[in-house]
């Protein structure tokens, strides 16, 4: 008899609870569309601003590009000139930025509320000293640990950005190549054979992909293999960075290793960060969701600038790996 009634109760509340159902409908209005401005300064370049539109949070429509808006540029407050749209929502000025100048986009469009942004063009930061040793992994991996020795300005709070390059020598097909053999040479007659194509030496300078569990590191950023920092545990001192760079990331038995060390503005180094943590709770349905940094005024985007120093080490990999392209 009691397991009659436990299960009598338990097919009542099945049946109360869908019965119990409601349909809730959620009227999502249209986000106000706002124009996207994104922009990295740094003196090596001619400035070039991207300038794009947002969508709704359930649109899935490809990224649409904005070609007729009016984008002004100003330094110290002085005009400079009207950037000039070239392709895929690119505007660009040949004027190149200038190291400790302030810098401002506005950037307006009949459909959009007018936006702006506002950065300034850090002073560079010298690399001191690069130092490396070779260990190996628990797997008997060659790995080349750099030290990168830095010494932050003290007069203001500073933020960095490291990337690495390698300069390599690769063998590349070249079907221009003429390959002359003799086979025979008599008092009448020589025979030559002759093939089209063959492999020469070229160089190529490429992202080298490296890793570093050092402290101050606040952000690794995949897209362009590069790790980010501040001064706020090393302010004022010299610092020595560690990365570690795998031996297969190599090519041949000579490397070239530039290492990039750019001051970045506060805005660039928040946007960064931001967007490393905004890509870490992605998908994940426990994670808090993240606002990217944005410093478009009454837009989205970044408008972000750079100064870099490179200092270079030259790496010998006897028996490294070989490419061929």
């Given at each position: 008899?009691?397991?009659?009634?436990?299960?009598?109760?338990?097919?009542?509340?099945?049946?109360?609870?869908?019965?119990?159902?409601?349909?809730?409908?959620i009227?999502?209005?249209?986000?106000?569309?706002?124009?996207?401005?994104n922009?990295?300064?740094?003196?090596?370049?001619?400035?070039?601003?991207?300038?794009?539109?947002s969508?709704?949070?359930?649109?899935?429509?490809?990224?649409?590009?904005?070609?007729?808006?009016?984008?002004?540029?100003?330094?110290?407050?002085?005009?400079?000139?009207?950037?000039?749209?070239?392709?895929?929502?690119?505007?660009?000025?040949?004027?190149?930025?200038?190291?400790?100048k302030?810098?401002?986009?506005?950037?307006?469009?009949?459909?959009?509320?007018?936006?702006?942004?506002?950065?300034?063009?850090?002073?560079?930061?010298?690399?001191?000293?690069?130092?490396?040793?070779?260990?190996?992994?628990?797997?008997?991996?060659?790995?080349?640990?750099?030290?990168?020795?830095?010494?932050?300005?003290?007069?203001?709070?500073?933020?960095?950005?490291?990337?690495?390059?390698?300069?390599?020598?690769?063998?590349?097909?070249?079907?221009?190549?003429?390959?002359?053999?003799?086979?025979?040479?008599?008092?009448?007659t020589?025979?030559?054979?002759?093939?089209?194509?063959?492999y020469?030496?070229?160089?190529?300078?490429?992202?080298?992909?490296?890793?570093?569990?050092?402290?101050?590191?606040?952000?690794?950023?995949?897209?362009?293999?590069?790790?980010?920092?501040?001064?706020e545990?090393?302010?004022?001192?010299?610092?020595?960075?560690?990365?570690?760079?795998?031996r297969?990331?190599?090519?041949?038995?000579?490397?070239?290793?530039?290492?990039?060390?750019y001051?970045?503005?506060?805005?660039?180094?928040k946007?960064?960060?931001?967007?490393?943590?905004?890509?870490?709770?992605?998908?994940?349905?426990?994670?808090?969701?993240?606002?990217?940094?944005?410093?478009?005024?009454?837009?989205?985007?970044?408008?972000?600038?750079?100064?870099?120093n490179?200092?270079s080490?030259?790496?010998?990999?006897?028996?490294?790996?070989?490419?061929?392209?």
């Amino acid at each position: 008899m009691k397991k009659t009634i436990i299960f009598s109760a338990i097919i009542f509340l099945i049946i109360w609870g869908i019965s119990c159902e409601k349909t809730i409908e959620i009227d999502l209005e249209d986000a106000k569309i706002r124009l996207v401005v994104n922009a990295e300064m740094n003196p090596d370049s001619t400035i070039a601003v991207n300038v794009t539109r947002s969508r709704h949070i359930l649109d899935n429509a490809a990224i649409e590009a904005v070609s007729n808006a009016t984008v002004k540029l100003y330094e110290d407050d002085v005009f400079i000139g009207d950037l000039v749209y070239e392709s895929r929502g690119f505007y660009k000025i040949n004027y190149k930025p200038i190291i400790g100048k302030k810098y401002k986009i506005e950037v307006t469009h009949e459909k959009y509320d007018d936006v702006y942004a506002i950065t300034e063009i850090p002073y560079p930061v010298e690399i001191n000293k690069i130092d490396t040793i070779k260990t190996f992994s628990e797997w008997g991996d060659e790995i080349y640990n750099f030290s990168v020795k830095i010494t932050d300005p003290a007069v203001h709070e500073n933020y960095y950005m490291v990337c690495l390059r390698n300069r390599y020598t690769y063998q590349m097909w070249d079907d221009n190549i003429i390959v002359y053999d003799t086979l025979y040479v008599g008092p009448d007659t020589t025979i030559v054979h002759i093939e089209y194509g063959g492999y020469r030496s070229a160089e190529a300078i490429q992202k080298l992909w490296f890793e570093s569990d050092d402290m101050i590191i606040e952000a690794n950023i995949y897209n362009n293999n590069s790790v980010v920092f501040s001064d706020e545990l090393f302010k004022g001192e010299q610092y020595a960075l560690k990365l570690n760079i795998y031996r297969y990331s190599f090519y041949g038995d000579t490397n070239m290793v530039y290492i990039d060390l750019y001051s970045i503005s506060p805005e660039y180094y928040k946007y960064l960060v931001s967007f490393r943590k905004h890509q870490d709770a992605s998908g994940d349905p426990f994670s808090e969701p993240v606002m990217v940094f944005t410093n478009i005024v009454d837009g989205i985007g970044i408008f972000g600038a750079a100064a870099v120093n490179t200092d270079s080490i030259q790496i010998i990999n006897e028996g490294g790996y070989y490419y061929y392209k």
